[in-house]
């Protein structure tokens, strides 16, 4: 009992402790000591994604796919995509490095190669706005193994061939 009171304590003063609001601490311009304020809003949103998500669904190993991912720009200046990285070297994305005006919509093309059999899950980090600002989208998918050697020999179609009509 006396562990669950404890444990109990623990938590609570934890909670407590991450609900504070984050501070800057200053000096005033009269010099009367430090004045607490609250902390700086964080950068305003400048960049929507369409979607954050794209499932390949079953897709045959060997044979790269591809999707686009729109973004828009919902601020009143021009946004630049700083960087577009990939979790790993299999996901391949490409970008225009031009801005992209006010209102403006671009496209990310992000490709998998499907060397590797079996379900997938990748994510792709933006980065913009002078490097400050990310958001992150996914891929995800089931590589199929492809058949080894040639399909079959259909002797019907020899057949049909064969026949006149």
């Known amino acids: 009992m006396k562990n669950f009171f404890l444990l109990l304590f623990f938590v609570t ?4 402790v991450e609900a504070q609001e984050p501070v800057q601490k200053e000096k005033d311009e009269h ?9 700086a809003a964080p950068a305003e949103e400048t960049l929507n994604l369409v979607e954050t998500e794209f499932d390949f669904s079953k897709i045959p190993q ?3 796919v591809y999707h686009f991912f729109e973004i ?12 577009v990285q990939a979790s790993c070297g299999c996901t391949t994305p490409e970008w225009s490095r031009e801005p992209i005006a006010p209102g403006a919509a671009a496209k990310i093309r992000i490709g998998y190669n499907a060397a590797a059999e079996g379900f997938f899950e ?7 706005n002078n490097s400050t ?3 992150q989208i996914k891929i995800k998918g ?3 193994k492809a058949p080894d050697g040639p399909a079959p020999v259909n002797a019907s179609v020899d057949l049909l061939k064969k026949q006149s009509f």
């Open 133 to 135: 600002q990310t958001k």
């Open 13 to 16: 003063t934890l909670s407590a």
């Open 122 to 128: 990748k994510y792709i980090t933006i980065t913009y």
């Open 62 to 64: 060997g044979k790269p």
């Open 142 to 144: 089931t590589v199929w």
């Open 31 to 39: 010099d009367h000591g430090t004045v607490i304020k609250p902390a």
């Open 72 to 83: 828009v720009n919902i601020s009143k200046s021009p946004l630049k995509l700083d960087n």
